[in-house]
């Protein structure tokens, strides 16, 4: 016995949508953190988890900050730089003050620069998300953590700063950070699914009985779950297609001879074919499976197969003719959980298969180009290269969150139907 089965609906929906969606999001922003790191960006934190109160590990060697947050669902990675809009023009002139003392605060950096406190706030708070100070504990101030080389002016200093951060990087750089959480989601999916279908197989309907149904033909003859089809009206069957096929071609009160092998025992028996909802014939009964591995060259085939189906899902929930139809179909948090916890109780081989399918999802719709996903961010990397210039940080953050409007409106409303389907109206 699975000891999943025993397990309430609820709370394994739970367990394994937590289990499932940290290792997806941590395989994705793992993504994003091994190519910041392969830059040599600066990363502050890599956690587990949505913000807030957070069991940490600082890594005294390169000062990144590891953890689990409290609600350990989703995760993200902290990347030095990844401000957007126009960086501030007396940047250099705050790291010039900040570098030449022992502790700055806001109203003496105000007073050095003949700015105003909230805007000498904002100053120092880009310098510490640069790595060039630290905050100060119990104090509103910075300590410098970079030092003027000898000749070096301002504006060098600041840039030999910022070539340790995301917005310093060259574009192809910065696209490529952005890209790889995407690109590792398909890229595990691809593993997975090659080495489910090579290993394991796919399950294929064999000329077994499985069950039998009450009141049906394949009752009254007197067939039972564990029989092996042996022939069908003279037919010598070798695969259940050919049972599939029989029972397409023919038409309901049709009299039939199904000789099955029972227990080492061949036995034949008559009976009449009842209709078959669609069209056909149906003797009533469901084929036994057993899993068929592929060849390396076929698995391989088959997972980019599905990509382009998880493609094509996208693209019909975008599709405005489409789009009511395939919402309908479609499954929010909630409802992916439940059915994790199904897959995981019918073993580790469909464990995997959603697993890969929900890798795959996770990276086909962070391509799109729609903030504040990957693609939307890596589209805007495109914008400013065409314009020459950083999009203006009000234009940036009002694109995002109405990209993120949508996108919460469409996430509530899958809760709110999963919520219904699988918890108030189960079944």
């Known amino acids: 016995m699975n000891p999943i089965a025993s397990v309430p609906t609820g709370w394994a929906a739970l ?18 953190f ?23 590990w600082v890594s005294k060697r390169s000062g990144i900050r590891y953890g689990v947050t409290m609600i350990p669902l989703g995760g993200y990675v902290r990347i030095a730089g990844m401000e957007p809009g126009v960086e501030d023009p007396l940047l250099a002139a705050a790291l010039a003050v900040v570098a030449g003392r022992a502790h700055t605060d806001p109203d003496d950096l105000a007073t050095a620069l003949g700015v105003d406190r909230n805007h000498a706030s904002a100053l120092l708070a880009t310098l510490e998300d640069y790595a060039a100070t630290a905050a100060v504990p119990d104090t509103a101030g910075s300590a410098p953590l970079v030092v003027r080389e000898a000749g070096e002016d301002d504006e060098a200093m600041l840039g030999r700063v910022r070539s340790r951060v ?20 398909l890229v595990a999916a691809i593993v997975i699914l090659v080495v489910a279908l090579s290993l394991w197989g796919v399950p294929t309907a ?15 003859a007197g067939i039972r779950a564990g029989d092996t089809i042996a022939s069908v009206n003279g037919v010598a069957i070798t695969t259940w297609d050919q049972v599939r096929q029989i029972m397409l071609a023919s038409t309901a009160g049709r009299h039939v001879s199904v000789a099955v ?44 197969w599905m990509i382009g189906q998880v493609f094509i899902a996208v693209g019909r929930l975008l599709n405005p003719g489409t789009f009511a139809v395939s919402l309908q179909g479609a499954r929010s948090i909630v409802g992916i959980s439940y059915e994790v916890a199904n897959a995981a109780a ?24 729609i903030p504040p996903l990957d693609g939307g961010k890596v589209a805007s990397e495109f914008v400013e290269l065409a314009i020459r210039r950083p999009i203006p940080r009000r234009l940036s953050l ?28 189960p079944g």
């Open 15 to 32: 367990f394994w949508g937590v289990v499932t969606f940290s290792l997806l999001i941590l395989l994705h922003e793992g993504g994003h």
């Open 34 to 56: 091994v190519a910041a790191r392969a830059f040599g960006v600066k990363v502050h934190e890599f956690m587990l988890g949505l913000p807030g109160p957070a069991l940490t």
């Open 166 to 185: 995301y917005r310093g990087q060259a574009a192809w750089k910065r696209v490529t950070i952005l890209s790889m959480g995407v690109l590792v989601n």
């Open 206 to 220: 064999i000329p077994s009985v499985k069950s039998v149904g009450a009141g049906t033909p394949a009752a009254l």
């Open 261 to 304: 092998v029972r227990s080492g025992r061949t036995m034949t028996m008559e009976t009449v074919l009842a209709a078959r909802p669609g069209g056909g014939a149906m003797l009533g009964i469901t084929a036994a499976t057993i899993n068929v591995p592929m060849s390396f060259v076929e698995s391989f085939k088959t997972s980019f």
């Open 346 to 369: 019918e073993g580790p081989l469909a464990y995997a298969w959603m697993v890969a399918l929900l890798s795959l999802s996770l990276g086909v719709m962070n391509i799109l180009p």
């Open 398 to 425: 009002a694109v995002s969150a109405v990209g993120t409007l949508l996108l919460f409106s469409l996430i509530f409303y899958l809760m709110y139907a999963d919520v219904m389907r699988y918890i108030v109206h």
